[in-house]
């Protein structure tokens, strides 16, 4: 048996938010990062590429650099910012390169857990970056183990890895390798894989989380993968596509190489990265998001109006869908709460006292905007209604006279399986509440959410084309038993 992975042992605490509670958001998965580009600096281009996906995933970071058949890794606990410097970068020498920035779906946060998770092969060391989360890896594990793997980490990345591995210890080429192992794997993953031949990019066949493609010139040809737009803008790289659900595209000397390895690809894009997870500035369908969730907010403006004298919007990620829902309905929009833009998150956890004052700790309301006006707050998403509770408190303390809340997406009802932290379904509010019942909880006028129909036609993509599961309960790829149990906890409870 080929030696297996290297172990750092080095278990660090769980991080939280900065008003020490876990954000009343679905939190994303990773961000993923390749490039091949021979006599540049490819350690510092992923540095950036990752801090442009730092949204993505807060928790660990790591670059794996190949120089010809020596790879080169750093990965730890922390902010891409912190996790790097100029001398550690210095010390990622190589023409290719693979990065992840992570929010811990599957594993718990340890730095052995972090990725690119490096494996060694008949051909050579391999390194993987994975967004996403699979639904099978109890089997696959169980196979890794019969095949006499030690198994390091409790990630599904590490057993997608090894599953590669596996094949081409076999005595199959890395394209042969990868496609058998990716045909064994059910569930969301989009990866950057480096190995010394190459770099790959990979989507599973629903493409449930992005990946795209872009140029850094040719002659000799340059390129870099990830998942959004916005980690090609910030090292000046040009879109060129997007990687297709069931593509492997292959980056060599000799160019790009594209593989179709699914027998029956069907595009089931995340809708919530278009609605809140991807930042604004990414592109999808030819467009930012931004201008989706603009017209989210018209949406929603014609779906549910209020008469009030002032829209406002829960920065950063409810602020397009607020100023589309003033656009359409003609109401003025104003900024209502200011964030500080300083703050992330900390292993430092406040006192009681401190956590009772939570929210002000990130969103400071302003008074002159507020006092004694009717107010609409949009926001993208009500996950557990903990935030949503004390924000509306804050705005009627600061003088609202009365605060109407719309939210630019429909209610959360269950948990994703596929990468996204959406809590178990006992803990989302409109899994077990009606809207009545939640505007009540949250203490807000009127509450109304956006229509299924209205999030999906807004795309102006085919409605047939997006994983909505969250809304509906109606997952695209099939979720056994075992892993639903652990998060379907009503439903469980409902059959016993
Ligand atoms: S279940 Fe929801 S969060 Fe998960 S992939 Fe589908 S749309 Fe996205």
Redesign the pocket.
């Known amino acids: 048996m080929i030696p297996n992975h290297p172990l750092d042992s080095n278990a660090y605490p769980a991080q939280s938010d900065s008003d020490g509670q876990r954000p009343d958001k679905?939190e994303e998965a990773c961000g993923v990062f390749g490039v091949y580009a021979p006599g540049q600096d490819v350690a510092k281009l992923t540095y950036f590429g990752l801090y442009a996906l730092q949204h993505r995933g807060q928790e660990s970071a790591g670059i794996a650099t190949f120089e010809g058949n020596q790879v080169h890794l750093h990965k730890e606990m922390g902010l891409v910012s912190q996790v790097f410097s100029e001398t550690i970068l210095n010390q990622l020498p190589g023409d290719l390169a693979v990065g992840h920035t992570r929010y811990s779906t599957t594993g718990s946060s340890r730095v052995v857990n972090a990725q690119p998770a490096v494996v060694e092969t008949r051909l050579g060391k391999l390194a993987l970056a994975h967004n996403g989360n699979l639904v099978n890896t109890t089997q696959l594990r169980e196979e890794l183990l019969r095949r006499n793997w030690d198994l390091i980490t409790t990630t599904d990345s590490e057993a997608i890895a090894l599953s590669i591995a596996t094949e081409i210890n076999a005595g199959k080429d890395w394209l042969e390798g990868a496609i058998c192992a990716f045909r064994q794997c059910k569930g969301?993953f989009s990866l950057a894989i480096g190995t010394p031949d190459g770099l790959m990019g990979v989507r599973d066949p629903n493409g449930?989380r992005p990946l795209v493609i872009g140029s850094m010139g040719t002659s000799p040809e340059r390129y870099v993968l990830a998942s959004e737009t916005c980690g090609l803008d910030i090292i000046g790289a040009e879109y060129v596509r997007d990687v297709e659900p069931g593509e492997l595209v292959w980056i060599t000397q000799e160019g790009l190489a594209s593989f179709f390895w699914a027998e029956q690809p069907k595009r089931k894009l995340?809708?919530?990265?278009m609605i809140y997870f991807a930042r604004p500035d990414s592109i999808m369908h030819d467009e930012t998001l931004y201008s989706y969730r603009l017209r989210l907010g018209r949406q929603l403006a014609k779906e549910s109006p209020a008469d009030v004298d002032v829209i406002i919007g829960v920065p950063d990620s409810g602020i397009p869908a607020a100023i589309g829902f003033s656009q359409a309905s003609g109401i003025p929009y104003a900024e209502g709460l200011i964030k500080n833009r300083y703050v992330g998150r900390t292993f430092i956890q406040p006192t009681q006292t401190m956590r009772e004052s939570g929210i002000k700790m990130k969103l400071n309301p302003l008074k002159d905007v507020l006092t004694g006006k009717r107010i609409i707050i949009v926001d993208d998403s009500i996950v557990r209604g903990t935030t949503s509770r004390k924000l509306v408190k804050a705005l009627r303390d600061a003088g609202a006279t009365e605060v109407h809340m719309r939210i630019s997406s429909p209610p959360v009802t269950?948990?994703?399986?596929?990468?996204?932290d959406?809590d178990n379904q006992d803990q989302l509010i409109a899994a077990t509440k009606s809207v009545a019942e939640i505007a009540e909880q949250i203490g807000v006028d009127s509450l109304a959410y956006l229509s299924w129909d209205g999030m999906l036609k807004t795309t102006g993509e085919d409605t047939n084309s997006?994983?909505?599961?969250?809304?509906t309960g109606d997952?695209?790829i099939t979720v056994p038993e075992q892993v639903k149990r652990s998060k379907l906890m009503l439903e469980k409870s409902a059959t016993c």
């Open positions: 679905p969301a449930i995340c809708i919530f990265e269950h948990p994703c399986f596929y990468g996204i959406t997006f994983c909505s599961a969250c809304f997952y695209p």
